[in-house]
């Protein structure tokens, strides 16, 4: 019989444990609690838009629920390419797009095409750190680009430069950002794109949250430029815009010989994505968009409210241009963001998670996202300024 345990010696020190244990241990208090406010997680608080929902159940009602190739229904190929040409000025086919189950395969699907062991992949930080598990459990090796809340956690191709190596295989840049908000400039843009032609890297591009940018910031798709849709993937999906977190639906856009190589692979994964989702999505991106614009707005609001109520509770971040989070430091209070995240839910009922869980290595930071209505992030920041008054008193 295998020694199982060998295996997991193997796996163990190329999967990112700690970020998982913190979340799953905020999870299990919260669990113990009544009236908690979830200010943590990236999952809207809205509902699918009932003109999304009543597609899906158009398609249970036709018995479209078999299988669809693994790239996805045509139409909604289809779809996404016109908009993504509509909205982003990328020139995709259908045939160059694979419909995935959430942006979260996508990433896994491209680390599985591009990394080998040994390679190494730049990533924006802090960062979702699915990234690093996924290129740990392809051998490879994350290297993290920091960002700074002196300069609105902004990327500078300067930092992303001097650590490419001969063993650098791509940069992953995800903007608006998650955990920071943070919005990539164009000019930016236009020089990590120069950066990756001088020293042939490739570019993975993750921009689902890229209709989520706030007046005054402006997104640049990568794959845009001039050169660049050789050599980039870009990621997007319908979570975030659409609140359609759990129909899982994503894609990735990228060069036809390399969709054509990882179609058998996302086979290999799941089959194809669930295909009443996909009917649910092709109606997100062919119907109405109203729901979306009202949801916007409100997004909007809570942002404004709540950089505010932060200034005045005497806490800095850096500048959230696009996305529903703002990263915040809480080092003035002179607990480090573990400690500060689990005493303020036992405390306050308030769950917001630490930056350690987005591959920071400082303990400065929290991540709040503002996925609750007005009047309960009112309520919460009620309770954090009186959770950090208490505790300055008592130190």
Partial sequence: MADTSKLLDRLAPRIVEEDGSFRTRMLNI???MSNVIAMGRGDPDFHTPAHIVAAAKAALDANQHHYTGPTGLPALREAIAANLRADYNLDYSADEIIVTAGVQESIM???LGLVSPGDEVLITSPRFTTYDTAV???GGTPIPVPTHESNDFALDPAEIEKRITPRTRLFVMVSPNNPTG???PPDVIRQIA???EKHDILLIADEIYAKLIYPGNEHLSLASLPGMKARTITLNGFSKTYAMTGWRVGYMAAPLDFVEKLTEPRHTLSINTCTMSQYAALAALTGPQDDM???FAEYAERRTYLMGALTEAGLTYGHPGGAFYIYTNISSTGMEAPEFCEKLLRETGVMVF???MFGDDSTDYIRISYLQPLAKIREAMALIEGFIAAHRRAA
């Fill in 109 to 111: 699907l491209c680390m």
């Fill in 136 to 138: 740990h459990l392809c």
């Fill in 30 to 32: 919260a669990a113990g």
């Fill in 354 to 356: 630490p930056g350690t």
């Fill in 293 to 295: 614009a009202r949801m």
């Fill in 182 to 184: 943070a919005v990539t």
């Fill in 194 to 196: 120069a950066l990756a």
